[in-house]
């Protein structure tokens, strides 16, 4: 079965910290993406990888295809780095299979 | 606007009711991708369009649900007789190529819909 994982399910850290936010799937995948949603429903793709690494200012995301998993890295964190961040993976059968998604809170 | 519009932006109805959610698509974009998403879950697939096209639909929970794309812009995701159980966010994405190539899916902000 195509399942998406990803933990932990909520993460609260103090401004400043260094987050790792995970994601692991259960079968091949053709690409991963990482998007963030604010309340209020708006989602925005902040990566897609098939492979190794990408960065885009503080944030950080990384895939290990062996391992089946995927880790969204942001530094330096920021209050307004809180939102949800959903892992969606497009399978064999091509259509996007999306985590449930880490409610992440940064505290001032 | 340059984002992917949809509207309204909040929903409520009474159970039974017909209600019917709009999504205005960026310019161009080819690939329309209409999304369930339950209070708590991820989005979960609905259907597909590549132009004015339906080429998956399998994600519809029943046959209550209906959308079209007539003239490969617009499209509107149709719900008969509401249950309280289609009460979600209805996300609708799309994508400048055609098919299910790796690319960005550009999302609206969705509409909250409410059975009563």
């Known amino acids: 079965k195509n399942e998406v994982e990803q933990s932990p399910q909520n993460l609260t850290a103090q401004e400043g910290e260094f987050i790792t936010i995970n994601c692991s799937y259960s079968?091949?995948?053709?690409?991963l993406h990482w998007l963030q949603q604010h309340p209020g429903g708006g989602i925005v793709s902040l990566f897609m990888?098939?492979?190794g690494k990408k960065k885009h200012g503080r944030l950080i995301a990384t895939i290990n295809i062996q391992e089946k998993h995927s880790s969204l890295h942001i530094t330096a964190s920021h209050p307004r780095d809180s939102a949800v961040y959903i892992c969606a993976v497009r399978f064999s059968d091509s259509k996007l299979t999306f985590g449930k998604g880490i409610t992440l809170s940064v505290r001032p | 606007g340059a984002g992917v519009s949809q509207s309204p932006r909040y929903k409520v109805a009474k159970r039974g009711q017909d209600v019917a959610l709009r999504c205005d698509p960026i310019?161009?974009?080819?690939?329309l991708f209409w999304y369930q998403q339950a209070l708590g879950q991820g989005p979960e697939f609905l259907t597909y369009?590549?132009?004015?096209?339906?080429?998956?639909k399998s994600g519809l929970p029943s046959d209550r649900f209906f959308a079209e794309r007539p003239e490969g812009s617009v499209s509107t995701l149709k719900i008969q007789r509401t249950q309280q159980e289609d009460s979600a966010v209805y996300l609708c994405a799309s994508s400048l190529e055609a098919g299910w190539s790796n690319q960005p899916q550009h999302f609206g902000d969705g509409t909250r819909l409410s059975i009563l």
């Open positions: 310019s161009g974009h080819v690939s």
């Open positions: 369009f590549q132009n004015e096209a339906q080429l998956d």
């Open positions: 990888l098939s492979s």
């Open positions: 079968v091949g995948i053709s690409a």
